[in-house]
């Protein structure tokens, strides 16, 4: 069983940058990948990026490429996700997941997830 906390969400000026955290229970969390989704109301839920387990590949969606990065630290059972050169259109809750084998962009091979942390970015 893992337990995830976001933080670090907040209201940034188009340009600016924000980290969010991902705080992980558990002893194994290297054992985890992780990934990073949003979610805006009244559209679904998108994958964002994702970092693996003991390798580190990390892959980031399209749309967030070359400004968000993902990057975890096993010693903290913590998972980041810098967001630089933010827009409006990255305005949503960013939500934390965690599954347990493998790892894919698919939200639904995710088994934990954290409450989320709002991110507005206003032009």
């Known amino acids: 069983q893992v337990q995830l906390v976001e933080s670090g969400g907040g209201l940034v000026q188009a340009g600016g940058s924000l980290r969010l955290s991902c705080a992980a229970s558990g002893r194994t969390f290297s054992s985890y990948a992780m990934g990073w989704f949003r979610q805006v109301p009244g559209k679904e839920r998108e994958f964002v990026g994702l970092?693996?387990?003991?390798?580190?590949?990390?892959m980031h969606a399209d749309s967030v490429k070359g400004r968000f990065t993902i990057s975890r630290d096993n010693a903290k059972n913590t998972v980041y996700l810098q967001m630089n050169s933010l827009k409006p259109e990255d305005t949503g809750v960013y939500y934390c997941a965690a599954r347990s084998s493998g790892w894919d962009t698919i939200m639904a091979h995710y088994n934990y997830w954290g409450q989320g942390t709002q991110v507005t970015v206003s032009s």
């Open positions: 970092i693996s387990q003991s390798t580190g590949i990390t």
